[in-house]
T-cell receptor
Framework: GDSVTQMEGPVTLSEEAFLTINCTYTATGYPSLFWYVQYPGEGLQLLLK?????DKGSNKGFEATYRKETTSFHLEKGSVQVSDSAVYFC????????????FGAGTILRVKS | EAQVTQNPRYLITVTGKKLTVTCSQNMNHEYMSWYRQDPGLGLRQIYY???????DKGDVPEGYKVSRKEKRNFPLILESPSPNQTSLYFC??????????????FGEGSRLTVL
């Protein structure tokens, strides 16, 4: 079945460091890809998405490019802040109507000042 | 304010004591879903609903029931909770059930402990 694999964390960075969180997927068809973020004590919220190959999603300085040839959707940010500390989930759509999301296990990011 | 509201946020209960976690959204969304979050496993879908009176099983439905009598509400029912249902539960909704990959809006979560 469809699945998402994320790099294990936690990832610990100093403020202003470059961030990459790897995400690869296995899917039949052509899913849409998402990054969701979960701040401490809160629900998940959409960070960015890409709906077809070579699309780049971006938001709040984060970027990810839908790479069909490598089945990847890595999350990057050029300069992280302490406020970026959170859990990041990669996800893909599944099902006839594409409304079911299949999530990765999540990657904890800790940014130190 | 557009939101998904879950209650209770925290609950400790004992094995076999029926409980209901309520979920309500005020965005007139068609699609609603329940997920559970467990360490190392990410979020797994329990049940979902494409619209009123239409519900279907997700990946881990065993031990759970749902109903969708009104568009805004989607309660999760644990008829006889067991310790393996100790988890963090999220309700989510999105605008369209059939319009393609819409954004999911999540509630703040309900942490359930079954002793």
């Amino acid at each position: 079945g469809d699945s998402v694999t994320q790099m294990e964390g936690p990832v610990t960075l100093s403020e202003e460091a470059f961030l990459t969180i790897n995400c690869t997927y296995t899917a039949t068809g052509y899913p849409s890809l998402f990054w969701y973020v979960q701040y401490p004590g809160e629900g998940l919220q959409l960070l960015l998405k890409a709906t077809k190959a070579d699309d780049k999603g971006s938001n709040k300085g984060f970027e990810a490019t839908y790479r069909k040839e490598t089945t990847s959707f890595h999350l990057e940010k050029g300069s992280v802040q302490v406020s970026d500390s959170a859990v990041y989930f990669c996800a893909l759509t599944q099902g006839e109507y594409g409304n079911k999301l299949v999530f990765g296990a999540g990657t904890i990011l800790r940014v130190k000042s | 304010e557009a939101q998904v509201t879950q209650n209770p946020r925290y609950l400790i209960t004992v094995t076999g004591k029926k409980l209901t976690v309520t979920c309500s959204q005020n965005m007139n969304h068609e699609y609603m879903s329940w997920y559970r979050q467990d360490p190392g496993l990410g979020l797994r879908q329990i049940y979902y609903s494409m619209n009123v009176e239409v519900t279907d099983k997700g990946d881990v439905p065993e031990g759970y029931k749902v109903s969708r009598k009104e568009k805004r509400n989607f309660p999760l029912i644990l008829e006889s909770p067991s310790p393996n249902q100790t988890s963090l539960y999220f309700c989510a909704s999105s605008l369209s059930a059939t319009g393609g990959p819409g954004e999911l809006f999540f509630g703040e979560g309900s942490r359930l402990t079954v002793l």
